[in-house]
């Protein structure tokens, strides 16, 4: 499905523009392809530039509680520079790479609620107009989809997914904010962890994998949050014990006291300390409009339909499944995008 408009700000007999990405899924750091369809107007114009943005939905938290905005975190020049003549067609056909931290947002085929699109830039005659919006769906890497299995496996489930904006110090992070993927705990965990969150830091060569988890309170004393980190290389998939090197993280992680283990590359006790660059975990609220650095686009506080795939279903040999009670289905995604970016352009964004 695309999201199809007249360029307005262009004024009326402007050209339109149509993005058509090609059909699946694709992975970070893969190749995403398509084409952009040209619709001439009511006089022949010079088009000087066509332009792709990446863009999220992504939660930031401040001191009046949470917002959520759009970030753009990629942009493509994919062509320009003819002329097209009145009411004539004319596609440019694209090919980019994606960042290799771009967020995942189907497991199994199934929506985790992050939002992500592609959005078609027209430059005419000084004029620029967001003319397309497309849904972009994104699948996991193979040592991803061996990391997520093999938690799924071990008992955890899928809880929720979300973007949070700001930086996991200690790590290599590239955009300007990172995946949470939070997972209830496997039975054999429960009495020690309420939940699990993971994040992965994609690379060329690998990926920095992130497990926080938030620990229960014995008799005596608080629950705390921990973090460790562990690297693994893309060639691993094949050659590793999943289950176990998996299950080795976890026990590091739920046994870890004082300090971190011989993986861990954070060097103080308390993840939200300031200067840690990990962004506190408070309860999700309305939020307050905020800016949030370049390419925050905010204003979209309190639109929490997504994610809203409900609680987890567990394990077994399909691995981490992805339950979709009470929540979105794949249908529901498409048109997540087009509410939840169709007020960019009157919002304005920092270049």
Excluded: C
Excluded at 40 to 54: N, R
Excluded at 235 to 253: A, F
Excluded at 295 to 314: N, W
Aim: charged share 20%; no cysteine.
């Amino acid at each position: 499905m695309v999201f199809k408009r007249l360029l307005g700000a262009m004024g009326a007999g402007a050209p339109s523009v149509d993005t058509v990405l090609d059909g699946g899924a694709v992975t970070p750091g893969g190749i995403l392809s398509g084409q952009v369809h040209l619709q001439g107007g009511s006089a022949d114009v010079e088009i000087e530039h066509i332009g792709l943005e990446l863009i999220a939905r992504v939660e930031a938290e401040h001191e009046d509680g949470e917002s959520e905005g759009a970030v753009v975190f990629e942009r493509f020049t994919v062509g320009g520079g003819f002329r097209l003549a009145e009411q004539e067609r004319h596609s440019v056909p694209f090919s980019v790479s994606l960042p290799w931290e771009t967020p995942v947002s189907e497991l199994y085929g199934q929506p985790l609620g992050i939002v992500l699109g592609v959005r078609t830039e027209l430059a005419v005659a000084g004029a620029r107009d967001k003319g397309d919006l497309d849904p972009l769906a994104v699948r996991p890497l193979p040592v991803q989809e061996a990391v997520l299995e093999a938690l799924g496996q071990l008992g955890f489930g899928f809880k929720s997914a979300d973007l949070e904006h700001g930086h996991i110090g200690g790590t290599g992070q590239q955009l300007p904010f990172y995946q949470e993927i939070e997972l209830t705990p496997a039975p054999q965990y429960a009495h020690v962890v309420n939940e699990i969150e993971l994040t992965f830091l994609a690379t060329p060569a690998g990926m920095e994998i992130v497990l926080e988890a938030d620990k229960r309170g014995g008799l005596f004393e608080s629950g705390q949050d921990t973090l460790t980190r562990f690297t693994v290389s893309h060639h691993d998939v094949g050659t590793r014990d999943w289950n176990s090197e998996v299950d080795g993280w976890i026990r590091q992680l739920v046994e870890h006291r004082a300090s971190y283990g011989s993986h861990a590359t954070y060097g103080h006790a308390d993840p939200y300390a300031a200067g840690s660059g990990y962004g506190h975990h408070s309860a999700h609220g309305s939020g307050h409009e905020s800016s949030y650095g370049s390419g925050y686009e905010s204003g979209h506080e309190g639109h929490r339909s997504g994610p809203g795939l409900g609680t987890a279903v567990a394990a077994g040999a399909a691995g981490l499944a992805v339950g979709v009670v009470g929540g979105l289905v794949a249908a529901e995604v498409v048109d997540e995008v087009g509410d939840f970016f169709e007020g960019d352009d009157e919002g304005g964004e920092e270049d």
